[in-house]
């Protein structure tokens, strides 16, 4: 094909077009209707011109007509409260509920990791002592210490905000690293299993476990079951990456980062009602029963939410992607 010859026969269609979308929306029927032809022959001009002679400079400024062309005939859908209300009552909650069998087991096997390691450290002084020097560890795990004081050491308000923005950093993290075969998001949880492996370690070999789990417990419960769902997720994208199913793994993948995507966007709000609860209740006066009681309420409230809202959701057919009409149709691959 001679590319001069062609953009001379067409040149005049692709002017026009560039015209009536300037024009927006102050155009006639007829001319309504003309765009809609010349926005097809363009996108066919383009699709010839990328198959045969794909030249830089015109096949972007068709690309980008192309484009502006279909934004126009399609409509431009926008967000409204409506749109988070369906995420916040079916796509968050199905999502979760979706993948369960990954966050789940996460959960169970991080918890045992971490009460192994507690006993571990606090029935060997010699891993306590490796830890920090005795002075130390009495400076931490005293009445009045640094395990008390870390909650109350901060105005609620502050500590809440920088609480939610580490914790929902760390599920992010997971999220997103997930795509990198699972390992760092399994080093990210064996960081923070450990973490509260030397908490529960420390604070036994003290005699004072009961405290930190009341310290831990309003506000961790709901804290850890948003960490698991997001490690669970993550590995779960990982996997697709060695295993996408019968999609193609292009096709595999963006399917569950999307679903991760709207996950971080849910999860975010979690940890920040976890956040409120580490600010606000953990360093609360209020006796330890009342404060453990509002993290598992806290925690039964999510835990509902995930398996009502989730389940339901599920067997109307959500799946905590993008709408049908809001995504590319998706192909099975060969085997």
Not at 13 to 24: A, I, S, V
Not at 129 to 139: E, Y
Not at 291 to 320: K, P
Request: proline share 4%; glycine share 8%; charged share 15%.
């Amino acid at each position: 094909m001679d590319l001069d010859v062609f953009v001379t026969a067409h040149r005049t269609e692709w002017d026009r077009l560039d015209h009536l979308l300037r024009r927006g929306r102050r155009l006639t029927g007829a001319e309504a209707d003309e765009l809609v032809v010349l926005y097809q022959r363009t996108a066919a001009h383009l699709s010839l011109i990328r198959s045969t002679t794909p030249d830089p400079l015109l096949t972007t400024r068709l690309t980008q007509l192309v484009a502006r062309a279909r934004a126009t005939v399609t409509g431009t859908r926008k967000a409204s409260w409506r749109d988070a209300a369906r995420f916040l009552t079916t796509g968050f909650p199905a999502a979760v509920y979706r993948s369960r069998h990954w966050w789940v087991p996460t959960a169970v096997l991080s918890t045992l990791v971490a009460a192994l390691l507690g006993w571990w450290i606090g029935t060997h002084p010699e891993v306590q002592a490796a830890i920090a020097a005795p002075d130390d560890l009495r400076a931490m795990t005293r009445p009045g210490g640094e395990y008390e004081t870390y909650y109350s050491s901060h105005p609620a308000a502050s500590f809440a905000a920088q609480v939610w923005t580490n914790n929902a950093q760390a599920a992010a993290m997971c999220l997103v690293l997930g795509a990198f075969l699972c390992l760092p998001v399994v080093w990210i949880l064996f960081i923070n299993m450990l973490n509260l492996g030397v908490g529960i370690g420390l604070m036994s070999s003290a005699g004072r476990l009961d405290v930190f789990l009341g310290l831990v417990l309003p506000h961790g419960l709901l804290e850890l079951t948003a960490v698991f769902v997001a490690a669970g997720t993550g590995l779960r994208l990982g996997w697709t990456v060695i295993d996408p199913g019968p999609l193609s793994r292009r096709t595999a993948l963006a399917q569950q980062g999307r679903a991760a995507l709207g996950m971080a966007i849910g999860l975010a709000l979690v940890l920040f009602v976890s956040g409120l609860l580490e600010g606000f209740v953990t360093p609360s006066g209020l006796p330890t029963w009342a404060r453990i009681t509002i993290g598992i309420i806290a925690e039964l409230a999510f835990l509902a939410y995930v398996y009502i809202l989730g389940r339901r959701a599920v067997r109307a057919g959500d799946t905590g992607d993008l709408t049908a009409v809001e995504r590319s149709a998706e192909l099975p691959s060969a085997a």
